[in-house]
T-cell receptor
């Protein structure tokens, strides 16, 4: 148990669907992150929230829309995705700058 | 400048042997260098981390060696065990930022 829970674990969706990924952290951290992990590529940072405010948007297409309603919850809203968006989406949390990041087990997303 | 280059891509080691994974970086502003371990179906977990003010850090069978002048750092796993079989990622970040730059990963297999 890492203290960071992601749901669902697996998601298959068509290109026209709308779905959301959920992340919840039970560690009392104040920063949360979304990463994309594709085969043979480095983990790519997508978004960073610190104290519920978005502080980083790493040139991510607008079809990915994050939401952080409080310091324990993070969502990634998906719409009109492309086949190349199929990947493992990882959520992480930390106490902030220069502190270790704790990852969830990810959502495996497949776009048909 | 922002990349972290990791090698080898895959590594096969006999049980009891030493596993060595290398990473190199260009950006001298990086000042935090963690290593993550990832098992299939799980998210990355922090294994060990180092800052550039020390040349070596050891935790149990895991050691990070850091060469600031060469801009290289490596992970050594002593007495490698089959349970160490996983994918290992090096990473780097700059002081005061939340942004971790990851290497491409090394798949380690330890055979009995």
């Amino acid at each position: 148990e890492t203290g960071v829970t992601q749901t669902p674990r697996h998601l298959v969706m068509g290109m026209t669907n709308k779905k959301s990924l959920k992340c919840e952290q039970h560690l009392g951290h104040n920063a949360m992150y979304w990463y994309k992990q594709s085969a043979k590529k480095p983990l790519e940072l997508m978004f960073v929230y610190s104290l519920e405010e978005r502080v980083e948007n790493n040139s991510v297409p607008s079809r990915f829309s994050p939401e952080c309603p409080n310091s324990s919850h993070l969502f990634l809203h998906l719409h009109t995705l492309q086949p190349e968006d199929s990947a493992l989406y990882l959520c992480a949390s930390s106490q902030g700058h220069d502190q270790p990041q704790h990852f969830g087990d990810g959502t495996r997303l497949s776009i048909l | 400048q922002q990349q972290v280059k990791q090698s080898p891509q895959s590594l096969i080691v006999q049980k009891g042997g030493i596993s060595i994974i290398n990473c190199a970086y260009e950006n001298t502003a990086f000042d935090y260098f963690p290593w993550y371990q990832q098992f299939p179906g799980k998210g990355p977990a922090l294994l060990i981390a180092i800052r550039p003010d020390v040349s070596e850090k050891k935790e149990g069978r895991f050691t990070i060696s850091f060469n600031k002048s060469a801009k290289q750092f490596s992970l050594h796993i002593m007495d490698s065990q089959p349970g160490d079989s996983a994918t290992y990622f090096c990473a780097a970040s700059m002081k005061g930022t939340d942004k971790l730059i990851f290497g491409t990963g090394t798949r380690l297999q330890v055979f009995p």
